[in-house]
């Protein structure tokens, strides 16, 4: 079991910065790539961006490329979203995902992702 609890979301303007902490525990040495997605209210869950758990391998969003960043702090067990130059359309809530084992399914799909956590709220106003 992998225990994953998100933080660091909060509301402000267009333009701001911030950073999302996802912080990883359990049994996490069989996972093999980390996840943020986001959902807006009535709207599908939309997948951000993914990091192998080990390595440099990175994929995103095409809307948030170049203003989003995901990075990981091994030592505390710590997948990181830096989120900047953020607009109207980036409000939702964000969650980050673990996933544990190889198949067909690109780490942009959700069903790839075993566990989740229960989401952070990040709210960007005009």
């Known amino acids: 079991q992998v225990q994953l609890v998100e933080s660091g979301g909060g509301l402000l303007q267009a333009g701001g910065s911030l950073r999302l902490s996802c912080a990883a525990s359990g049994r996490i040495f069989d996972t093999i790539a980390m996840a943020w997605f986001r959902q807006a209210p009535g709207k599908e869950r939309e997948f951000v961006a993914a990091m192998a758990a080990f390595g440099s391998s990175t994929s995103y969003l095409d809307s948030v490329k170049g203003r989003f960043t995901i990075s990981r702090d091994d030592a505390k067990n710590t997948v990181f979203l830096q989120m900047n130059n953020l607009k109207p359309e980036d409000t939702a809530v964000y969650y980050c995902?673990?996933?544990?084992?190889?198949?067909?399914?690109?780490?942009?799909?959700?069903?790839?992702?075993?566990?989740w956590g229960q989401g952070t709220q990040v709210t960007v106003s005009s």
């Open positions: 995902a673990a996933r544990l084992s190889s198949s067909l399914w690109t780490d942009r799909n959700a069903g790839a992702y075993a566990y």
